[in-house]
């Protein structure tokens, strides 16, 4: 609510922003693009086993309608609700960290290279706005801008969050969070 009131960011641009994560996401599974990044899990049960292979948050049939209709989570004159927020979610990631010969030795395709990082701390009211000065550092330090960046991925903790770190950082939102984000994924 804080960065959405110091952006004046509304609740149907947020709305608006949550649409197009679930959209994105949706789209992303529908064309298999998380196929292989997905390690399928086995449930045994009673009945016969369980496969999960995809994600189970995203909502494909979310709409603006929908959206709107929901109750401000933060007070009754609040912006932010269940849906313009991620959700409450459980999952895990792994990712393997090498040198380009090591892979090469071991027949692994290099998927990115780690150019540099940056960490900074923000005040904890404003906890979502970290990747604003930590990217601006990360760029700083490489002499390099944005634009040289071809995607972001940036937490979508809450649209309001979010949409404060686009405007603050000047992004083009058609190279962020391009097959959805934490509202859509989790």
């Not at 944005?146 to 969050?161: M, R």
Request: negative net charge; glycine residues 12%.
């Amino acid at each position: 609510e804080r960065i959405a009131a110091r952006h004046s960011i509304t609740r149907e641009q947020q709305d608006e922003y949550a649409l197009r994560s679930h959209q994105l996401g949706a789209e992303a599974v529908r064309s298999g693009r998380f196929a292989e990044e997905i390690a399928p899990i086995v449930i045994p049960g009673k009945r016969g086993d369980t496969v999960v292979d995809t994600d189970d948050h995203i909502k494909p049939d979310t709409s603006l309608k929908g959206l709107s209709g929901l109750r401000a989570a933060f007070g009754k004159d609040g912006t932010v609700t269940a849906g313009n927020a991620s959700g409450i979610v459980d999952g895990a990631a792994a990712v393997i960290v090498t040198t380009g010969e090591r892979a090469k030795a071991d027949g692994l395709e290099v998927m990115g290279i780690v150019r540099g990082w940056s960490y900074v701390g923000v005040d904890p009211k404003e906890m979502g706005i970290g990747p604003v000065p930590a990217i601006q550092k990360l760029l700083a330090d490489a002499g390099m801008t944005h634009d040289a960046i071809d995607y972001f991925e940036i937490n979508e903790a809450f649209s309001a969050q979010y949409l404060g770190c686009e405007k603050e950082l000047g992004l083009d939102r058609n190279k962020c969070n391009v097959n959805g984000g934490a509202i859509s994924l989790g």
